[in-house]
């Protein structure tokens, strides 16, 4: 069952991100990080997760300004890895206050660690996608799939400085 689980979070949606590692006749790089998953009660899921499946908490973030916590939890095989690239994990999502998930609004995003995070969103906007969350901090960036999949890009090592186009652009949609 877990190599199933492993599947599943790990190489699914690389399949259907193939297209952002080739553009233009050039290699985009990039680095799947993690799946995003809203938990309705955090003890319940991790039970399910760590004791059930097996997946071990490799880290855990709490924000009170922002009332969540982030835990995140790497399979047995992928453990060493996660530890030392922080990849590829599920985090799971725990919003202290109670939200009904409707929709599908329990899957958060998919997140890929990239090279340069103005040249891809350029050239994604070149290509047609629109930038949902703009890259203005020079670090982060939300682009949505045609299926209406949120996909979270972050800037590898430090955040780029602050440039134009990015630093001014608003939000377009939600991500």
Known sequence: MLQT????????PLMHLTRFWVTNER???????????????????????????GMVEVRRRESERGRFTLI????SKDLEQANETQAPMLEL???WDPEEYTGGRNFGHLAYRVDNIYELCQSLMDAGVTINRPPRDGYMAFI???????????QEGDPLPAQEPWASMKNTGSW
């Open 5 to 12: 689980i492993e599947y599943f979070f790990l190489f699914i």
């Open 72 to 75: 995140f939890l790497a399979a």
């Open 144 to 154: 949505r799939s045609p299926d209406g999949i949120s996909i979270e890009l972050l």
């Open 27 to 53: 290699e985009i790089g990039m680095r799947y990080l993690h799946t995003m998953v809203r938990v309705q009660d955090m003890d319940k899921s991790l039970d399910f997760y760590c004791n059930k499946l």
């Open 93 to 95: 999502t725990y919003n």
